[in-house]
């Protein structure tokens, strides 16, 4: 695809070099001539110096030609003028990076007549992503498909688990319940596992089950961690703000610790949570709040420094699950290295929405894939596909005795909106839902599963 | 410094030398010569190639630093087993001489060492020639051309290889950029074929003719070079040519995509357009006395005046016995050059540009300490960057000529032959004045001066830099 890239920052860089290593002709805008020369240096793309609003500039990109035009720089009217500036040459795609929350209800408004594809809150972005760890606190990874039907979790097998050395079958009858293990990451290679595939310690699987069982099978197999009922936040920016209006609906408990005490005033009068005006990073006042026994501790700060040496902190206290927020790129891994291992970011969260949109994008074009997301080191595909009429060989046939290419499996069906994890003896009919998984690649329509 | 990148791709340069080689073999099969030094030669670098390539690196990053060696490393390395064929078959028996008269090949120069060319095999002679087409546009961009993807680093290898102050792909794929560059490059070559048949000459003539113009180089198949055919239409076909192979390729691909606005506009086109013409005109005055027929001095004069600008080398005339005005101006041509982004040599009509504009700025500066002075190219900024590095170019050129001149004087020969020698070297041009002039060639020079030259040569093609840091310390350490 033709895409231009505007902003060359962190995030606009890291798509940049993705999406330019996964065969796009890439051309990136930047009024900064230095970071254009750095780009164009590190990665094979096209740069064109410019303020990215500028319509000879967008001309220049080729914008006129492009299939898709994002934007990326730091400031929220460039990216939405430069949008529809974009769309109005002609380009077929947009996506805009808007942070500022007083414009969420304008572009709603605007979306129609700004012909914005996707506008991307950062701070929303990693407060969804913060919300999806809380909801299932045992997997370290979770993907929705189906519209957040259907749920693929993802965590590591540890050696007292009754998963491990074991075949898939065995722990099937075991269990005895519907659960399927759709993918499994050994040392770096991800294998999509048979029935007599045995797990080992330190695998990292992708599990799928119906709503009811998943729960029942996370309490089986021993990593089972009672809902998070209870949390404590530092820091009460933006991204504070936009998980507490996540949390309105739900069940749990939050307290915020802030310094700020307009920021406090602010999130008080709007949410119905414990707002504390004091210094988060003071051990006494984590003490005080009894972090040891909360069931999250999230550290949300605007300092990348405070949250990682309170989320350690934290960690000493024993606290079930810690979520560290860390904006600077650089710093992931090293903290990573350090024991941190729930981070969030705004950057990598922003990035990986927009990678996302632009390789089911592209995957869609001339395919019948409804949905494509990029699971296990992304070694493994997750297609979503509707039956839309018979299909020779597959429909009204049970599952066992399909004709499967090697390397594909068929992970869930949704039939008159009923998830069922599929045995030999389903059948797929016309009008359904499935969800393919597969290691293949380049499937595009559902008949290319079979041989 | 990533030893084993480097060494992979010198290993595919050297396997696409040996592909090369394949067409002098058939000139050679056709013409029922002896096939022999081209299939030692194509045998040696395949085995090298090969042994090159088996060690394939796991760590395929490349910067600045590896791109600007490979480029020089695998100039030399083509011109050191390009001389072969010279070598195996006689035409050149000493490899000295074989390797400056196929380093002349490579860079576009066209000086030779070859006081008879007629009556060598055609197989060495189209190999001659073809050396030029291959060094013209450069081979490295024929290696980013037909490998697929090799990655984002490979804009370093572009960078190093094509000449011209500012430089940037036209597209986003680096693959896809040198495509085109090729594309346009076949193309002009071919129809130069057919207009050369159109005026009668020989399919063979007319084809190495065409690979010496395209690459500005100046190899020809005749003692006499251009004037041997005395084809008046096909001088002026060659001409205008060669005229065209001095131009911007990137302003070749705008009209591709109808953007004739920004090819009108180019600066670069105008001043080149404007000086050629222009030197035309003085030198049409000050040699009318020389010719009987006006016509002919005119397409003499433009003849030579393309030929000199783009810095091809091919001769129509000797023009040692041409007043000193029209002397002296074709030296200043000579250092001017045709545009960047060509196949031509020289310091390049764009630097020369930003050189003049910088220096009125520098004056402007100087008058009134505290104004703010840019320097504007095709209505756009330059970076002080594009600006210091066009000085820093002059200067490094000027010290290289002075220092080239002061090395080979010991051959006892006179200023000027020396002095032009050295010009027409870096500037990859072909004859000088003096002993080196359209009648004389540079097989006088000891091999010490004739290695110097080469190196003069390479210098001039890769534009300094590739190898300089090819001699600078640093740039080999591990890290």
């Known amino acids: 695809m033709n895409i231009v890239i505007v902003g060359g920052g962190t995030v606009g860089g890291a798509i940049c070099a993705q999406l330019a290593g996964e065969n796009h002709d890439i051309t990136v805008v930047d009024s900064d001539f230095s970071v254009l020369n750095e780009l164009s240096s590190r990665c094979d793309v096209f740069g064109v110096a410019g303020n990215g609003a500028d319509i000879s500039v967008l001309r220049k990109a080729g914008a006129e030609k492009a299939d898709l035009l994002i934007a990326v720089t730091s400031g929220d009217e460039i990216n939405i003028l430069c949008c529809a500036a974009a769309k109005k040459l002609g380009t077929t795609h947009t996506i805009a990076r808007v942070r500022n929350p007083e414009y969420t209800d304008l572009m709603q408004l605007m979306k129609g007549e700004m012909n914005l594809s996707l506008t991307i809150n950062p701070e929303r972005a990693v407060?969804?992503?913060?919300?999806?760890?809380?909801?299932?606190?045992?997997?370290?990874?979770i993907d929705y498909f189906c519209r957040g039907r259907v749920e693929l979790a993802e965590f590591t097998v540890s050696a007292d688990s009754p998963m491990c050395n074991i075949t898939l079958n065995e722990l099937r009858n075991k269990l005895n319940m519907r659960f399927l293990v759709c993918a499994v990451l050994r040392d770096g290679v991800a294998h999509i596992p048979t029935g007599y595939f045995s797990l080992e310690e330190g695998d990292v699987v992708s599990v799928t089950a119906p709503d009811r069982d998943i729960t029942r099978f996370f309490k089986a197999v021993g990593i089972y961690k009672h809902p998070v009922k209870d949390v404590v936040i530092v820091g009460g920016g933006r991204t504070t703000y936009y998980l507490e209006d996540l949390l309105r609906d739900s069940k749990i408990n939050s307290t915020v610790i802030e310094a700020d005490e307009s920021l406090c005033d602010e999130l008080a009068k709007e949410f119905d949570c414990t707002v504390l005006c004091d210094d988060g990073t003071s051990q006494d006042v984590l003490l005080e709040q009894g972090i040891g026994n909360a069931d999250a501790f999230i550290a949300l700060s605007d300092v990348d420094e405070e949250n990682a040496i309170v989320s350690m902190y934290a960690k000493t206290q024993n606290t079930k699950k810690v979520i560290t927020m860390i904006s600077s790129m650089s710093y992931i891994d090293l903290f990573k290295g350090v024991g941190l291992d729930s981070?969030?970011?705004?950057?990598?969260?922003?990035?990986?929405?927009?990678?996302?949109?632009?390789?089911?994008?592209?995957?869609?074009?001339?395919s019948e894939i409804e949905s494509l997301h990029k699971i296990m080191d992304e070694q493994i595909e997750v297609l979503e596909f509707t039956v839309k009429e018979e299909i020779e060989d597959m429909t009204g046939i049970p599952i066992k005795e399909l004709k499967l290419r090697e390397g594909v499996l068929i992970a869930c069906i949704v039939h008159d909106n009923k998830i069922t994890i599929p045995s030999g003896a389903d059948i797929i009919s016309d009008g359904d839902t499935v969800i393919i998984v597969t290691s293949v690649g380049k499937i595009k329509g559902l008949k290319e599963i079979l041989k | 410094m990533n030893y084993r990148m480097i060494g992979y791709l010198l290993g595919v340069i050297l396997l696409i030398e040996a592909a090369l080689l394949v067409l002098p073999l058939v000139v050679a099969l056709l013409y029922g010569e002896s096939i022999v030094p081209y299939l030692v030669t194509i045998a040696v670098l395949m085995c090298i190639s090969l042994l090159l390539i088996i060690l394939k690196p796991s760590n395929k990053r490349i910067y600045a630093r590896e791109g600007f060696v490979t480029v020089a490393v695998s100039w030399i390395l083509m011109s050191a087993f390009g001389a072969l064929p010279f070598v195996i078959e006689g035409t050149i028996p000493n490899y000295i001489d074989a390797f400056f008269e196929t380093v002349s090949g490579f860079t576009t120069t066209g000086a030779?060492?070859?006081?008879?060319?007629?009556?060598?095999?055609?197989?060495?002679?189209?190999?001659?020639s073809f050396t030029h087409w291959i060094g013209g546009m450069g081979v490295l961009v024929f290696m980013l051309a037909i490998i697929p993807s090799m990655g984002g680093q490979t804009i370093h290898l572009m960078r190093a290889e094509v000449p011209g102050p500012t430089k940037g792909k036209l597209v986003p794929k680096m693959r896809h950029t040198a495509l085109i560059l090729y594309g346009i490059y076949i193309f002009l070559t071919v129809i130069q074929i057919i207009a050369l048949l159109f005026c009668g000459m020989s399919f063979y003539d007319a084809v190495v003719n065409a690979l010496a113009t395209a690459g500005t180089g100046g190899f020809s198949v005749l003692n006499a070079s251009i004037a041997g055919y005395s084809n008046p239409a096909a001088e002026w076909v060659i001409a205008v040519f060669m005229f065209l192979f001095g131009i911007n390729f990137n302003l070749y691909f705008f009209i591709l995509l109808k953007r004739i606005r920004d090819v009108v506009l180019s600066e670069e086109l105008r001043v080149y357009t404007l000086l050629c013409a222009l030197s035309t005109l003085a030198i049409v005055v000050n040699t009318m006395h020389l010719f009987e027929?006006?016509?002919?001095?005119?397409?003499?004069?433009?003849?030579?005046?393309?030929?000199?600008?783009?810095?091809?080398?091919?001769?129509?005339?000797?023009?040692?016995?041409?007043?000193?005005?029209?002397?002296?101006?074709?030296?200043?041509?000579?250092?001017?050059?045709?545009?960047?982004?060509?196949?031509?040599?020289?310091?390049?009509?764009?630097?020369?540009?930003?050189?003049?504009?910088?220096?009125?700025?520098?004056?402007?500066k100087v008058v009134r300490p505290r104004s703010v002075n840019v320097v504007r190219l095709d209505g756009e900024t330059l970076t002080d960057e594009t600006v210091r590095k066009a000085n820093v170019h002059l200067a490094l050129y000027t010290l290289l000529i002075l220092a080239s001149v002061l090395a080979i004087s010991i051959d006892g020969f006179g200023l000027e032959t020396n002095l032009t020698a050295v010009l027409s070297c870096v500037n990859n041009i072909g004859p000088g004045l003096g002993l080196v002039g359209p009648a004389g060639n540079f097989a006088g020079y000891s091999y010490l001066s004739k290695i110097i030259l080469s190196v003069n040569m390479l210098f001039g093609r890769l534009e300094l830099m590739p190898m300089l840091i090819l001699f600078s310390p640093t740039a080999w350490k591990k890290r």
């Open chain 2, 293 to 364: 027929k006006m016509s002919d001095c005119i397409r003499t004069a433009f003849f030579q005046v393309t030929t000199i600008m783009s810095t091809t080398g091919f001769s129509t005339v000797d023009y040692n016995v041409w007043p000193d005005f029209s002397k002296t101006l074709l030296v200043i041509l000579m250092i001017v050059g045709a545009c960047a982004g060509s196949t031509a040599g020289g310091l390049k009509i764009s630097r020369v540009i930003i050189l003049v504009k910088s220096a009125f700025s520098e004056i402007k």
């Open chain 2, 112 to 128: 030779s060492i070859m006081t008879q060319i007629e009556g060598n095999p055609y197989g060495i002679l189209f190999w001659r």
């Open chain 1, 343 to 366: 981070i969030v970011s705004p950057k990598t969260s922003t990035a990986s929405i927009i990678l996302r949109y632009v390789r089911s994008m592209a995957n869609v074009r001339g």
């Open chain 1, 127 to 141: 407060a969804n992503e913060v919300y999806k760890m809380l909801r299932s606190p045992y997997a370290t990874k």
